[in-house]
């Protein structure tokens, strides 16, 4: 069921709330119960077999966590502890490989014998790229002693909490069940304008901002993958819509999830903190999927670095510093652990060449950020001490900002040939591509004079409109800061921030007002409307 379809909206949201509200007036446990009941309704809507399929790894995933739970805290049997945890991570490993990656290892094996392999398509469940992550890091927790103690009902409501269920964010089990062990399981109508206000603002920037972009991108991706040369216009507008097409959508989600949350006493934690704001690759991630960067930085780099540091440790070689680190102690310790977790980044995304190659160019960006961190010049100090000026900071927007978008387009394209094929023209290997130059059979032709000419500006507007919203204007979670619509709400006003402050500095928050209420109902009315274009959120296919 997806979050942006008039079921969901009109029937099964509301009325899971009522219920829950109903149920709550007498019992908080019969109202966690019907949660748990709805989510696996949501889940199972679409395509049943996806419960079916999903089920025996929670039930496995429930019952390690028991036994680790038993082991934990015991140092004699420590031991048998590691054991039992990395047999279950191999399992959630395994069980992610075989249905996500079973066909493209296939194609792989085909491509590297020459052979034309047959293999039937394995059916992929919704979401269990987070669901895998949120399983590996409730039993590490475990195994940690992080978690003293939970029941059935605490872990299922924490595995298949439908709000954030298929798409993340991606929780930790001690966020979000000591909040529904504090939920009264009643009505709160301030918290619910909350809710609402975030959902709307999710809404509107899925299916108004992302889809609309979306309608002037998939031509050209799809122009692009016939073999088509792409020029150097109609590249730039497919690189740069979508990777305003995905910020729209995936935050859009994001804000739809932590909304509807709210409606039963919860906060999910942040997952986007406007990253094309970013000046550095570095804070970009740090913007981008945090919960995700959040899962990746503590069970993937910090692990693989500290086990590196202590061997450099042992065997007396130098170690890495926060500045002037020795080259060899900045490879080992830093660039390699940065590198192998960013190309297990793109392989969790997709199963292709392109996202690998997506991860290890992310990777690849980074190691030259803390290159240039540990090895370039300091910056000169500007109006405010230890913090870069504004020349500085426009040059590190601009060249994050363009790194991003390169790397969008291996993101997207559905292969190697396509995206060095945008890639090309983006380098202006295939021609300007100005108005009046045909686009071909294979795609809507934007460039092709008169009416399709029109069609390229509209595109183009479409494209500047959502630059100056990313860009110019504060975040959803930052206009309803004063509320903590999420759990780690930046502190910062919500005003227009970092690299161009000369355009104001004017905070705008949000106030259960009857001028807001008039704003969001008129957003969420457009919404509803463009629903009958609807499409799916691009990360379900995660």
Same mark, same amino acid.
């Given at each position: 069921m997806l979050f942006n379809s008039y079921e969901y909206i009109l029937v099964f949201l509301p009325v899971t709330v009522l219920v829950f509200l109903l149920l709550g007036r007498s019992s908080r446990s019969l109202a966690l119960g019907w949660l748990i009941l709805a989510s696996l309704v949501f889940y199972a809507w679409w395509r049943p077999v996806n419960l079916a399929i999903i089920a025996p790894s929670i039930a496995l995933n429930y019952a390690l966590g028991r036994v680790l739970l038993g082991l934990a805290g015991d140092p004699a049997r420590a031991r048998r502890r590691t #054991?039992?945890? !990395?047999? &279950? *991570?191999?399992?959630?490993?395994?069980?992610?490989?075989?249905?996500?990656? !079973?066909? %493209?290892?296939?194609?792989?094996? &085909?491509d590297l014998s020459g052979q034309d392999f047959v293999f039937r398509q394995v059916i992929l469940p919704l979401g269990i790229s987070f669901i895998t992550f949120q399983k590996i890091a409730f039993l590490i927790d475990v195994a940690g002693g992080r978690i003293k103690a939970f029941s059935l009902r605490d872990y299922l409501l924490f595995?298949? %909490?439908? @709000?954030? #269920? $298929?798409? &993340? @964010? *991606? $929780?930790? =089990?001690? +966020?979000?069940?000591?909040? %529904? +062990?504090? !939920?009264?399981?009643?009505?709160?109508?301030? #918290? =619910?304008?909350? &809710?609402?206000?975030l959902f709307c603002f999710g809404l509107f920037k899925k299916v108004v901002l992302a889809d609309g972009m979306a309608a002037h991108v998939t031509p050209v991706f799809a122009y692009a993958a016939s073999g088509a040369e792409a020029t150097l216009l109609q590249s730039w507008l497919a690189a740069v819509g979508f990777t305003l097409q995905i910020y729209f959508d995936f935050s859009g989600y994001s804000d739809m999830a932590c909304g509807a949350a709210l409606f039963f006493g919860v906060r999910l934690p942040i997952n986007f903190d406007s990253p094309l704001k970013a000046t550095s690759i570095v804070d970009f991630w740090l913007r981008w999927h945090i919960t995700l960067t959040r899962f990746l930085t503590a069970y993937v780099y910090n692990p693989m670095a500290l086990t590196l540091t202590r061997a450099r440790a042992a065997r007396r070689q130098p170690m890495l510093r926060a500045r002037d680190s020795h080259p060899l102690a900045f490879l080992h310790v830093l660039a390699f652990p940065t590198i192998a977790t960013m190309v297990l980044s793109g392989i969790w995304h997709g199963a292709g060449y392109t996202f690998i190659l997506w991860g290890l160019l992310h990777g690849l960006y980074l190691v030259v950020n803390h290159l240039w961190r540990q090895y370039g010049p300091r910056p000169a100090p500007g109006v405010f001490a230890g913090k870069p000026g504004l020349t500085a900071q426009l040059a590190g927007f601009a060249v994050t900002f363009l790194a991003v978008v390169v790397g969008m387009v291996l993101f997207r394209a559905p292969d190697l040939a396509a995206a060095g094929n945008l890639l090309g023209g983006m380098a202006g290997l295939h021609g300007p591509g100005l108005p009046g130059a045909r686009f071909g059979a294979a795609g809507m032709q934007l460039l092709d004079g008169g009416v399709t000419a029109r069609a390229f500006a509209t595109a183009a507007a479409i494209l500047l409109a959502l630059l100056a919203i990313a860009l110019l204007l504060p975040n959803s979670v930052q206009i309803l800061a @004063?509320? +903590? @619509?999420? #759990?780690y709400t930046p502190k910062r006003a919500a005003e227009v921030p970092g690299v161009l402050p000369a355009l104001g500095r004017r905070p705008l928050a949000w106030r259960p007002t009857l001028a807001w209420m008039v704003l969001f109902a008129a957003l969420g009315a457009v919404s509803m409307i463009r629903l009958t274009g609807m499409s799916e959120f691009l990360y379900w296919q995660f």
């Open positions: #054991l039992l945890l !990395a047999l &279950g *991570i191999v399992f959630n490993v395994c069980f992610l490989g075989y249905f996500k990656y !079973a066909n %493209f290892a296939v194609s792989v094996a &085909g595995v298949m %909490f439908f @709000p954030q #269920l $298929i798409a &993340g @964010p *991606i $929780i930790h =089990y001690t +966020e979000t069940i000591p909040q %529904f +062990e504090r !939920a009264t399981c009643r009505f709160d109508r301030t #918290l =619910y304008a909350v &809710g609402i206000t @004063p509320y +903590e @619509p999420v #759990l």
